[in-house]
């Protein structure tokens, strides 16, 4: 008896009933919930208490049996010990209150009719529950990601995964506007919020849920673009009233990586989120950061800048917090630049150069959305949003601590990678001649175009300046040519750049040592993507090290990946 009762304790806890049997099919033991209302005397032989079904004792299966109005699921075991024992499980399908299984059905139907998208992860970092909706925000299927984990399913390292690092802390991370997937080589992008799943004090999972905002994005964006077109100015680069001076219609190029990036920076703008913009010094991330102002719903409202590294340390704290009259010697009552910047955006330059001390008071008013100033032991809520940018990979400099990877997680609820010219020839071209007639109308000079030579060899050249340094080559050429030249000829180069861009008399020199260093640029465009995924797979995706074999940044090498929609093949678990 003693082991019957051992044998149906440990089955109850995840059934309503549990009968345990002898081999005669008599009442050895039961536990059943008391609105059942079965009499099961022990001894007596469970024939006579419920309908016989014919084939009711075949191990494994499951009958519908109806006592009392009410409709059970018995479920028959056999179990081996001292003797053969026959285990009747009992569920009653019709009280989702007491049986779990059918409740836990009933919410599992009522997650995938949803029309939020939701994706769950266990401890390891495993999905175990994608959801229809999320299918389509994201175009994957669930039968292919689902065990995997999550870093594996969307290709990214696992030390960024919000989900490890939402486990890890127990805080949720809302409101994030990302793309995790790439279809045909277009971002799929979400909005989403992640939330820990806590038990007993203990994180047990972690979920995200994705809001479907395509029909509301979609207005938005029609409505922003009405209202830029009616307050458009007519005079080029007047500052607005807001405190900008650019909009998305004054960044030119022609190559397919830049309306790419301009289409992907309008979707972040209208979602109103966070976003850190990562590019070379030259890129143009203010320009992008004024843009995103200026197409988002908060474009009537200040945009404040401010370049952290131009600002010493002991003054960078009370610019940005504000400070107190008697904080410290001299202190007056001031505002910080989170409260004068309001409803609108604070634009945070060269957020890389912030020191580590100040990156962690920086931290909690991200977190919080409350400021204090320096002194004061009163709060003010943050009401605006922040872009941040830097010119360095953030990766690389929280591998080498100089950026707090927490910090990270604030500043980027979404980011925005900005390729270098370098990698868009095409604009190099279109730049070559945009320059030579903007700075032709400014100084009111006829002056010829390029020569055939010293045009190859700015083609050729590998631009560490970037879109400025162009800028600042053209303008030069221009006042130094004559009206009389016939072309402008390699002569006319300043001093200072004829050293870097001639490296030989006819430039050959200059090409192949370009080409050594950044051997894909002599890859044909149809030949990039089998020479990207070759090149990934030797590197075992290993983005850094791909990325240097390339001779290309971390941020092309990742564009790249989702022009082509490559995915890194899965691995055994």
Same mark, same amino acid.
């Given at each position: 008896m003693s082991n019957a009762a051992s044998i149906g304790s440990l089955i109850r806890s995840f059934v309503e009933g549990v009968i345990v049997l002898n081999g005669n099919c008599e009442i050895l033991w039961h536990d059943v919930n008391e609105d059942l209302q079965l009499n099961l005397p022990i001894g007596s032989n469970i024939f006579d208490l419920l309908p016989n079904k014919g084939e009711l004792l075949v191990e494994n299966d499951i009958y519908q049996v109806i006592v009392k109005d009410k409709k059970l699921a018995v479920e028959v075991k056999k179990f081996s010990m001292d003797q053969d024992y026959l285990i009747l499980c009992i569920e009653d399908t019709t009280n989702i209150t007491t049986n779990q299984k059918a409740r836990l059905y009933c919410l599992e139907k009522i997650i995938e009719s949803l029309n939020e998208g939701v994706v769950m992860s266990d401890h390891d970092g495993k999905i175990v529950l994608y959801n229809g909706t999320q299918e389509k925000l994201e175009g994957l299927d669930s039968r292919e990601i689902l065990g995997k984990h999550l870093w594996e399913a969307y290709n990214y390292n696992p030390q960024y995964s919000e989900h490890k690092h939402t486990f890890k802390t127990g805080k949720p991370i809302f409101s994030r506007y990302r793309a995790h997937s790439t279809i045909n080589g277009v971002p799929k992008y979400v909005n989403y919020s992640t939330y820990p799943i806590q038990k007993n004090g203990e994180t047990i999972a972690v979920f995200s849920i994705s809001t479907n905002e395509s029909k509301l994005k979609n207005l938005l964006h029609e409505t922003i673009e009405l209202r830029r077109q009616v307050v458009q100015s007519d005079s080029t680069n007047r500052p607005l009233k807001n405190g900008t001076t650019f909009s *998305?219609?004054?960044?030119?190029?022609? #190559?397919?990586?830049?309306?790419?990036?301009?289409?992907?920076?309008? %979707?972040?703008?209208?979602?109103?989120?966070?976003?850190?913009?990562?590019?070379?010094?030259?890129? &143009?991330? =203010?320009?992008?950061?004024? #843009?995103?102002?200026?197409?988002?719903?908060?474009?009537?409202?200040?945009?404040?800048?401010?370049?952290?590294?131009?600002?010493? =340390?002991?003054?960078?704290? #009370?610019?940005?917090?504000?400070?107190?009259?008697?904080? *410290?010697?001299?202190?007056?009552?001031?505002?910080? !630049? *989170?409260?004068?910047? @309001?409803?609108?955006?604070?634009?945070?330059?060269?957020?890389?150069?912030?020191? !580590?001390?100040?990156?962690?008071?920086?931290?909690?008013? !991200?977190?919080?959305?409350?400021?204090?100033?320096? &002194?004061? %032991?009163?709060?003010?809520?943050?009401?605006?949003?922040?872009? #941040?940018?830097? %010119?360095?990979?953030?990766?690389?400099?929280?591998?080498?601590? @100089?950026?707090?990877?927490?910090?990270?997680?604030?500043?980027?609820?979404?980011?925005?990678?900005?390729?270098? !010219?370098? =990698?868009r020839t095409e604009d190099i071209h279109f730049f070559i001649h945009f320059f030579l007639d903007k700075y032709r109308r400014k100084f009111n000079k006829e002056v010829p175009n390029l020569s055939t030579e010293l045009l190859s060899i700015l083609l050729q050249y590998h631009w560490p300046g970037n879109t400025r340094e162009l800028e600042h080559l053209i303008e030069n050429l221009i006042i130094r040519a004559s009206e009389n030249d016939a072309a402008i000829h390699v002569d006319h180069l300043p001093a200072f750049m004829k050293k870097k861009l001639l490296v030989t008399k006819s430039g050959k020199a200059a090409k192949e040592k370009e080409l050594k260093k950044n051997p894909f640029k002599s890859i044909f465009s149809n030949s990039q993507e089998h020479y990207i995924q070759k090149t990934l797979d030797e590197a075992d995706w290993n983005i850094s090290q791909a990325a240097k074999t390339l001779g290309i940044t971390r941020q092309s090498l990742q564009y790249h990946i989702k022009k082509h929609g490559l995915v890194k093949p899965s691995s055994s678990i």
């Open positions: *998305f219609d004054d960044i030119k190029g022609k #190559s397919i990586a830049l309306k790419n990036l301009i289409l992907e920076a309008q %979707n972040i703008a209208i979602h109103n989120t966070d976003v850190l913009i990562v590019g070379e010094t030259g890129t &143009g991330k =203010e320009l992008f950061a004024q #843009s995103i102002h200026n197409h988002s719903p908060r474009a009537e409202n200040p945009f404040v800048a401010i370049n952290c590294a131009a600002i010493p =340390e002991t003054l960078l704290e #009370s610019t940005l917090f504000g400070t107190v009259k008697g904080a *410290f010697t001299g202190a007056a009552n001031q505002v910080g !630049l *989170f409260e004068y910047a @309001k409803n609108g955006t604070l634009f945070l330059d060269e957020i890389n150069s912030m020191p !580590l001390t100040l990156q962690s008071k920086l931290i909690r008013v !991200l977190q919080e959305r409350l400021v204090r100033r320096v &002194g004061s %032991n009163e709060v003010t809520p943050v009401e605006c949003t922040v872009i #941040s940018a830097s %010119n360095e990979d953030p990766e690389r400099l929280i591998e080498e601590g @100089k950026m707090r990877l927490d910090l990270f997680y604030r500043l980027a609820h979404t980011s925005l990678y900005i390729t270098s !010219l370098r =990698e």
